[in-house]
């Protein structure tokens, strides 16, 4: 029936799937419930046509904000919850496996590759605190694992990321890393601050919207990754961070939250962070998932 009411509107429309080209049952679970749960949102708040028209301005606004540094879309769903609980849909945790969490949207692809060791930091600031990162990338049974791929990146001490900020030099406090034979880490940097996300363009609209406030606590990314084992994205938090039971983006998690203590002298920083992580095998992984 293609004559439309408000009584056939959702089912006239999700009757039209696939009649005039192929979808997948993936496809058609995805839209069907898509539909659904639109025209449903759209009944209960009583939506109005001006209210439409903004809503379409405003993502078209979003749109043209995305760029290589900055994911406004990303952002948006992480002050809603939604990447979070997407990452939490998708990586299960089993057993002893470390929680991952959200990308967020200021990951940089290629950073330097360093040394075991090695600093990440390309620019002082007064109120700087450097901190020596170290820890183990183990499997299941506790062994740790040779040759993974560490991907770090963090804020500066200015409360703002490399690709935000023009007065710092490219992948300023990125880097990445590999442990060694006996998956151990290393590397320099400095100790994450409690920053506000961006809240100038659409993210700010919707912050506001929400009567919710921008601030995350310190922390720093990690992308962990080897052959043979499942992905791991993650963050770990400073355990005397403001924000960390109130995150704007709803992504602490307390398995995640680690102390920064005074550090030895032979380490040559301010602070000292030591943080395991545990993997699940890819073929682990695929068993969970069936």
Same mark, same amino acid.
């Given at each position: 029936?293609?004559?439309?009411?408000?009584?056939?509107?959702?089912?006239?429309?999700?009757?039209?799937?696939?009649?005039?080209?192929?979808?997948?049952?993936?496809?058609?679970?995805?839209? #069907?419930?898509?539909?659904?749960?639109?025209?449903?949102?759209?009944?209960?708040?009583?939506?109005?046509?001006?209210?439409?028209?903004?809503?379409?301005?405003?993502?078209?606004?979003? $749109?043209?904000?995305?760029?290589?540094?900055?994911?406004?879309?990303?952002?948006?769903?992480?002050?809603?919850?939604?990447?979070?609980?997407?990452?939490?849909?998708?990586?299960?945790?089993?057993?002893?496996?470390?929680?991952?969490?959200?990308?967020?949207?200021?990951?940089?692809?290629?950073?330097?590759?360093?040394?075991?060791?090695?600093?990440?930091?390309?620019?002082?600031?007064?109120?700087?605190?450097?901190?020596?990162?170290?820890?183990?990338?183990?499997?299941?049974?506790?062994?740790?694992?040779? $040759?993974?791929?560490?991907?770090?990146?963090?804020?500066?001490?200015?409360?703002?990321?490399?690709?935000?900020?023009?007065?710092?030099?490219?992948?300023?406090?990125? $880097?990445?890393?590999?442990?060694?034979?006996?998956?151990?880490?290393?590397?320099?940097?400095?100790?994450?601050?409690?920053?506000?996300?961006?809240?100038?363009? #659409?993210?700010?609209?919707?912050?506001?919207?929400?009567?919710?406030?921008?601030?995350?606590?310190?922390?720093?990314?990690?992308?962990?990754?080897?052959?043979?084992?499942?992905?791991?994205?993650?963050?770990?938090?400073?355990?005397?961070?403001?924000?960390?039971?109130?995150?704007?983006?709803?992504?602490?998690?307390?398995?995640?939250?680690?102390?920064?203590?005074?550090?030895?002298?032979?380490?040559?920083?301010?602070?000292?962070?030591?943080?395991?992580?545990?993997?699940?095998?890819?073929?682990?992984?695929?068993?969970?998932?069936?």
């Amino acid at each position: 029936m293609g004559i439309v009411n408000q009584d056939n509107i959702t089912d006239v429309v999700i009757e039209s799937l696939g009649k005039h080209g192929d979808i997948t049952d993936r496809q058609r679970e995805i839209a #069907t419930s898509l539909i659904k749960h639109m025209h449903g949102f759209i009944k209960d708040v009583k939506l109005q046509h001006s209210e439409f028209l903004e809503a379409c301005a405003y993502l078209a606004r979003a $749109g043209k904000l995305c760029n290589d540094n900055r994911q406004e879309f990303i952002l948006l769903a992480d002050i809603l919850g939604i990447e979070v609980l997407v990452d939490m849909m998708t990586n299960p945790v089993e057993g002893n496996e470390s929680e991952s969490t959200v990308l967020g949207p200021f990951y940089r692809e290629n950073p330097p590759v360093l040394p075991k060791g090695a600093s990440t930091i390309q620019k002082h600031y007064d109120n700087e605190e450097t901190a020596y990162y170290e820890g183990y990338i183990k499997d299941e049974n506790g062994k740790g694992i040779a $040759g993974v791929t560490l991907d770090v990146w963090e804020d500066a001490p200015n409360g703002i990321y490399e690709n935000l900020d023009p007065d710092q030099p490219e992948y300023n406090l990125r $880097g990445r890393f590999e442990t060694d034979e006996s998956g151990h880490y290393a590397f320099v940097a400095v100790r994450p601050v409690p920053y506000p996300i961006p809240d100038d363009e #659409t993210a700010g609209e919707l912050l506001r919207f929400m009567g919710h406030h921008p601030n995350r606590p310190g922390h720093m990314h990690f992308v962990i990754s080897k052959d043979g084992y499942r992905p791991l994205i993650s963050q770990i938090y400073d355990a005397d961070s403001e924000w960390l039971e109130n995150d704007s983006v709803f992504a602490v998690k307390e398995s995640l939250i680690g102390k920064f203590k005074p550090a030895a002298k032979e380490l040559g920083t301010d602070l000292h962070f030591e943080f395991d992580f545990v993997l699940k095998t890819a073929a682990a992984q695929a068993i969970a998932a069936e």
